[in-house]
């Protein structure tokens, strides 16, 4: 059964950064061959795609977050990281882990908050 775990969110000021950790367990198949994603949800907006990584860590991101997030991973330990520097009011939302594609079961995301 997918287990899928997201930590690393808080109240951070304009400008600032955060790492998010996601950890995945029970995956279809092989973590390494597994195209993840970070996606995020602000409040009356649809879920939307921010960074992915393929499992031989070819990366893509969003026009908004290109420059200021970086995705990674350690397939060894099953863990998808997203580094956010220069942080901005508008990525304020909850954010989540999952295959790039939203194709299994979603954690509970973890709150990213960015204000004064």
């Known amino acids: 059964q997918v287990h899928i775990v997201e930590t690393g969110g808080g109240l951070v000021q304009p400008g600032g950064s955060l790492r998010l950790s996601c950890r995945a367990s029970?995956?279809?198949?092989?973590?390494?061959?597994?195209?993840m994603g970070w996606h995020r949800q602000a409040p009356g907006n649809q879920r939307e795609l921010v960074a992915s990584?393929?499992?031989?860590?070819?990366?893509n991101y969003a026009d908004d977050v290109k420059g200021r997030f970086t995705i990674s991973r350690d397939n060894a330990k099953n863990m998808v990281y997203l580094q956010m520097n220069s942080l901005r009011p508008e990525d304020t939302a909850v954010y989540y882990c999952?295959?790039?594609?939203?194709?299994?079961?979603w954690g509970q995301g973890t709150q990213v908050t960015v204000s004064s």
């Open positions: 999952n295959t790039r594609r939203g194709e299994v079961n």
């Open positions: 029970g995956m279809p198949g092989s973590f390494n061959i597994i195209t």
């Open positions: 990584i393929t499992g031989n860590y070819i990366t």
